[in-house]
């Protein structure tokens, strides 16, 4: 008889947490959200980028001890809401700044890893464009500087690669690297031009805050930089931050001062819809602890004001992220803070209607 009571008891708690995660996803819904096709290959590290309708996610890192680039490229069809695994990046390589611009996806710095010694991030210069059409890569004019977890946005065919980390002056091979064999690295506030027409380059006026692993977004002719890490290249030595500046590439000044984010944070992923831009996910780290997030935040510059959202599911960093029509999708992720040693990433492929909810203006 106790053991038909105990499995009793053990069929209602069954029935009871089916009931609460049925509660929760009805909950999630309501606010807004759904779960779209899956990611195929789960990781950190990837960023996205859209274009004629279609999210494309690329990079990809494989966990410690190793890290290694994938150079993975997928697209998301939301009109078959299905992913097609594309070639590889030409280079494969990770903390790449992606943006697109008129149904093509650009590609600038990053890191690989190193040709020999201890495993490490190796910042480099390259510039590649991508067109989905063909499927196929096409190498541009470097940049003028070798840097990784910089971001990218374009105002008027022009596109704008700030911030990102590069190793400390006296680098002995120009790598980054943690433990015995470290060499420090700092986060930049380089501001580097490039004009698509005339495939040159041309510096402007760096970031105030020098920072790495932001947000970097344009709105009406101005670019936004938001969060990221300040200091080195690794979230165990650096610091999130909450800072919002803008840039005027018309006048090639930063100017206004921002509301900050709510959540101060590294490793975001966003997207741009009618005038605001919108971020979610990333990390911190302190010496005391580690996290990730699950915020979905959104800055209307007009109004210099920040909107909170229903948050992820899951909070995760590394995320790729893009808006294709009223939708914010954020697609796979580390459900770890990066660096911990441990490979935990999520498949997870998170959509938002955002024409649903009052979110921004």
Sequence with gaps: ?????????????????LAVFAMAASAYAQQG????APFPAPIEELQGATANGKLY?????????QWRPTGYVYEYDPATNQWTRKKPMALPAHHVAFVGYKGKIYAFGGFVAPKSGPFGWKPINNSWEYDPATD?????????????????AVVNGKIYVIGGVEPAPG?????????????????????????IATNTWRERS?????RNHLAVAAVDGKIYAIGGRIGSAFSITASPTDIVEEYNPATNMWGNVMARMPTPSSGLAWGVYKGCIYVSGGEMQTWQMTGVFRFV????????EWFVLPSLAKARAGMAGGIIGDELHLVSGDLQSAGTGISQS??????????QGQYCR
């Design 206 to 210: 760096p970031m105030p805050t020098a």
């Design 346 to 355: 999520s498949a997870e492929h998170d959509v938002l209607n955002l024409s």
């Design 136 to 152: 196929t890569w096409k190498a541009l004019a470097p940049m003028p500087s070798k840097r990784g977890a910089g971001a990218a």
């Design 171 to 195: 680098s002995k091979d120009g790598v980054i690297r943690l433990g015995l064999d470290a060499w420090p690295s700092y986060a930049v506030g380089t501001n580097e031009e490039y004009d």
């Design 33 to 36: 959200w759904k779960q779209a």
């Design 297 to 304: 935040e959104a800055f209307d510059p007009a109004l210099n």
């Design 57 to 65: 996610v690329f990079a990809g890192l494989t966990a410690l001890p």
């Design 1 to 17: 008889m106790g053991q038909r009571n105990a499995c009793s008891l053990y069929v209602l708690r069954g029935v009871c947490l």
